[in-house]
């Protein structure tokens, strides 16, 4: 589990506390607490094994015992003004829920982020197109059940443990495809701005699969299209935006599977680079794609009638 900013902030001003202390003890000889080392001394090696502890307790996610020692080092830190700030900072940073969810190794933040992953692209879907997709998989797609935005269909009851599979799409998917997007990313409708991609359309996707200036994989669970991803080649970078899961087969680790698919596709091809965008505000799509390895690489402000927002870049380097 990725360590929340309490935690890291927690850590940092315990490394910061020990390297004050180790200069604390190097300038005692010329202060005159020296001269009353038999009154500080203890004091000074209390406060030095309780931080030491703290930080391990921390990495060890031990709960109580990290406040014992984080309580005890406030309570020795009163021969130093800076330090005894710095351990003030450390106790009020355990009101924060990350800092209490991280210590009782709370995963829901994870499973949130693989849940919300479709919303992996934001305005990167008009970006040009550099390279071709791969010659359609020879499965055909009137083997599998399609979804329908015209009126409920009833879902099949899944297995305990069902058959997952993602395959390359054709031009003949794209009302899966779009049909996958629009129940996927209609919890959107009322963000600020609304997601674009609510704003595509069937033909679209159809025109751009069959001219191929973008391609696209969806995943079945036991032959019911659950997700999709959609993508293009520019250089020697694979771009992968529109990541949709429906809700009702959501936590299940197929964002991940789709990603992790992009990223085999892109190795085959010989390409370098994953990149996709994620909306700032969305945290958990930020912390799954950290979780697999990719990074902050720009940011950039989008400003829509609808409203505006900060969206990130992310990279991952296939080491191909």
């Not at 180790?22 to 001269?35: A, G, H, Q």
């Not at 010989?270 to 930020?286: A, F, P, T, W, Y």
Request: charged share 25%; glycine share 4%; proline share 3%.
């Amino acid at each position: 589990m990725t360590k929340p900013t309490s935690i890291r902030i927690m850590l940092y001003v315990s490394y910061f506390k020990l390297a004050l202390f180790l200069v604390m003890l190097v300038s005692l000889k010329y202060s005159e607490i020296s001269e009353h080392m038999s009154f500080y001394g203890p004091f000074f090696l209390l406060s030095l094994l309780s931080m030491v502890y703290f930080i391990v307790t921390i990495n060890k996610r031990k709960y109580l015992l990290s406040i014992v020692f984080a309580f005890l080092n406030f309570l020795v830190a009163f021969v130093n003004p800076i330090q005894q700030i710095a351990s003030l900072v450390i106790m009020l940073l355990y009101v924060l829920k990350s800092t209490r969810d991280y210590m009782r190794g709370d995963t829901r933040i994870t499973a949130a982020s693989e849940e919300q992953a479709e919303e992996s692209d934001e305005s990167g879907e008009n970006a040009d197109s550099e390279g071709g997709a791969d010659s359609a998989d020879e499965a055909s797609e009137g083997d599998k059940p399609a979804l329908s935005l015209d009126k409920p269909q009833a879902q099949p009851k899944l297995r305990k443990d069902p058959e997952v599979t993602v395959r390359e799409a054709t031009a003949e998917d794209a009302n899966t495809i779009y049909s996958l997007m629009m129940i996927a990313f209609e919890e959107y409708r009322t963000a600020i701005p609304p997601s674009s991609a609510l704003d595509e359309t069937e033909e679209g996707i159809a025109q751009g699969l069959q001219d191929g200036t973008e391609s696209a994989a969806i995943l079945f669970e036991d032959d019911m299209a659950s997700a999709m991803v959609r993508f293009k080649i520019e250089g020697d970078t694979i771009h992968f935006y529109r990541l949709s899961v429906v809700p009702n087969r959501r936590r299940r680790g197929h964002a991940r599977k789709l990603v992790q698919w992009i990223e085999r596709h892109a190795i085959a091809k010989g390409l370098n680079v994953s990149r996709c965008k994620v909306r700032q505000s969305v945290q958990n799509n930020l912390v799954l794609y950290q979780n697999m390895g990719y990074e902050i690489v720009d940011q950039e402000l989008i400003v829509r009638p609808e409203g505006t927002l900060k969206a990130l870049t992310l990279e991952k380097k296939l080491g191909v």
